[in-house]
């Protein structure tokens, strides 16, 4: 007898309380995303001419493309660097990924007020904007995610086509249709690996230049030259707490056995991408100068420190301690600290440190605003577990005793 691990389909339930809740936010994210279009941005969120965006950029857009970074961070160490025994997370983080950068893309037509020109890039090119670069790259990065989910819906379909009535015809030839859709992706998979982890390097760091741009509308704190590096070296040092978090939450969901061994190896590599870009932040905050901020007893100094001792240096330390990488529950809370931290860091980049030229006065979002962030939230979660009910996603122990596989998963 022995055991490896196999994705397939999940046959748990879909429905359990948990469900339903999240169910019930996602239906009230949806209802005010429907009064945004009938009635208008204005309408539904607290931005105006003096606040231009809010928390749909500085969330759902800026926080959001971070903290889906475990796409490209997880494919590049199981892809090209070759660490097969991380094989078992890619399709899980590519999944997130996928969804996280789908939701980026319809939060950026939400929060414009002419959502009906969000076509423009394509045909409008302007080299010379940071803003053109982000928005193209991310087209083309999203695009590629899709392009790599396509062997798992192969996967699914091959010698399983069984359409309808008339449609029946037609089963051998999109059977022999996805073979070879599936053959030709087997050899040209690596170049789409490779342009994932390139673009998503490229518009990581560019969102950093974004602000880099703003000037002194940026408190001193976070406005550095350097802020692309911190966006791009900030977003791989989160991809895999995400990818960590993402697991362990869908292996308690799913009544499933954490692969502790494969996320604790995962774990001994957050600590020294942490501690680098730790070195940049304050290595750039003494060079600037701008600690003398923190003796100001104010929002940004506050928000700032948060950012960095709670978002940095404690998740640092907790994974330096192999205690914490072979614990559940500490591991997943040093994931969760890292998160927050990157989220932290987005939320002050674009919203805290950032002063509208014009705004005589503050901003804080509607109960519209948070209603869609939190709709989308939900849908990414409900649409995470639909998939992974009807597709290869999640890996669960295959248990050989005889020419017949059985499946070892236990119920919710």
Request: charged share 15%.
């Given at each position: 007898?022995?055991?490896?691990?196999?994705?397939?389909?999940?046959?748990?339930?879909?429905?359990?309380?948990?469900?339903?809740?999240?169910?019930?936010?996602?239906?009230?994210?949806?209802?005010?995303?429907?009064?945004?279009?009938?009635?208008?941005?204005?309408?539904?969120?607290?931005?105006?001419?003096?606040?231009?965006?809010?928390?749909?950029?500085?969330?759902?857009?800026?926080?959001?493309?971070?903290?889906?970074?475990?796409?490209?961070?997880?494919?590049?160490?199981?892809?090209?660097?070759?660490?097969?025994?991380?094989?078992?997370?890619?399709?899980?983080?590519?999944?997130?990924?996928?969804?996280?950068?789908?939701?980026?893309?319809?939060?950026?037509?939400?929060?414009?007020?002419?959502?009906?020109?969000?076509?423009?890039?394509?045909?409008?090119?302007?080299?010379?904007?940071?803003?053109?670069?982000?928005?193209?790259?991310?087209?083309?990065?999203?695009?590629?995610?899709?392009?790599?989910?396509?062997?798992?819906?192969?996967?699914?379909?091959?010698?399983?086509?069984?359409?309808?009535?008339?449609?029946?015809?037609?089963?051998?030839?999109?059977?022999?249709?996805?073979?070879?859709?599936?053959?030709?992706?087997?050899?040209?998979?690596?170049?789409?690996?490779?342009?994932?982890?390139?673009?998503?390097?490229?518009?990581?760091?560019?969102?950093?230049?974004?602000?880099?741009?703003?000037?002194?509308?940026?408190?001193?704190?976070?406005?550095?030259?350097?802020?692309?590096?911190?966006?791009?070296?900030?977003?791989?040092?989160?991809?895999?707490?995400?990818?960590?978090?993402?697991?362990?939450?869908?292996?308690?969901?799913?009544?499933?056995?954490?692969?502790?061994?494969?996320?604790?190896?995962?774990?001994?590599?957050?600590?020294?991408?942490?501690?680098?870009?730790?070195?940049?932040?304050?290595?750039?905050?003494?060079?600037?100068?701008?600690?003398?901020?923190?003796?100001?007893?104010?929002?940004?100094?506050?928000?700032?420190?948060?950012?960095?001792?709670?978002?940095?240096?404690?998740?640092?330390?907790?994974?330096?301690?192999?205690?914490?990488?072979?614990?559940?529950?500490?591991?997943?809370?040093?994931?969760?600290?890292?998160?927050?931290?990157?989220?932290?860091?987005?939320?002050?980049?674009?919203?805290?440190?950032?002063?509208?030229?014009?705004?005589?006065?503050?901003?804080?979002?509607?109960?519209?605003?948070?209603?869609?962030t939190l709709g989308f939230i939900a849908i990414e979660i409900l649409l995470?577990?639909?998939?992974?009910?009807?597709?290869?996603?999640?890996?669960?122990?295959?248990?050989?005793t005889s020419p017949k596989t059985k499946y070892s998963i236990r119920g919710?």
């Open positions: 007898m022995h055991e490896h691990m196999k994705p397939t389909p999940l046959p748990n339930k879909f429905f359990t309380p948990t469900v339903v809740l999240i169910l019930m936010i996602a239906i009230n994210g949806l209802i005010f995303l429907a009064l945004r279009f009938f009635f208008g941005i204005g309408a539904v969120t607290n931005l105006d001419n003096q606040h231009p965006w809010g928390i749909w950029i500085g969330i759902d857009v800026a926080a959001g493309v971070a903290l889906a970074a475990g796409g490209f961070t997880t494919a590049a160490l199981g892809h090209i660097i070759h660490r097969e025994h991380y094989h078992v997370i890619t399709r899980p983080a590519l999944l997130t990924a996928l969804l996280g950068y789908t939701f980026v893309a319809i939060s950026v037509g939400v929060d414009l007020g002419r959502y009906y020109d969000i076509w423009h890039p394509l045909i409008m090119w302007n080299g010379n904007s940071a803003l053109f670069e982000v928005g193209i790259c991310v087209m083309i990065y999203l695009t590629v995610l899709y392009i790599e989910f396509l062997p798992i819906v192969t996967e699914r379909f091959i010698g399983k086509v069984n359409l309808p009535g008339a449609l029946s015809k037609l089963n051998k030839s999109v059977d022999k249709l996805l073979r070879a859709l599936d053959r030709g992706l087997d050899k040209t998979m690596f170049i789409f690996i490779i342009a994932g982890v390139v673009l998503s390097c490229l518009h990581q760091s560019s969102l950093g230049t974004l602000m880099v741009i703003a000037g002194p509308k940026m408190h001193p704190l976070w406005q550095t030259p350097v802020l692309p590096l911190l966006f791009l070296l900030s977003a791989i040092a989160v991809g895999f707490p995400m990818v960590i978090m993402e697991s362990l939450i869908a292996s308690k969901s799913f009544g499933l056995k954490p692969e502790m061994d494969v996320l604790s190896r995962l774990g001994r590599i957050v600590a020294p991408l942490l501690g680098i870009y730790l070195a940049f932040k304050i290595g750039d905050m003494f060079i600037r100068e701008t600690f003398v901020y923190l003796t100001d007893f104010t929002l940004e100094s506050v928000m700032f420190s948060i950012e960095i001792i709670i978002g940095v240096v404690i998740p640092l330390r907790m994974f330096l301690s192999e205690e914490v990488r072979n614990s559940r529950s500490l591991i997943l809370t040093a994931s969760f600290l890292v998160i927050f931290g990157v989220f932290l860091n987005r939320l002050n980049n674009f919203l805290i440190a950032y002063t509208p030229p014009y705004a005589q006065n503050g901003y804080f979002p509607s109960i519209g605003e948070i209603s869609v995470y577990r639909l998939i992974v009910k009807n597709f290869p996603v999640i890996a669960v122990p295959v248990k050989q919710i």
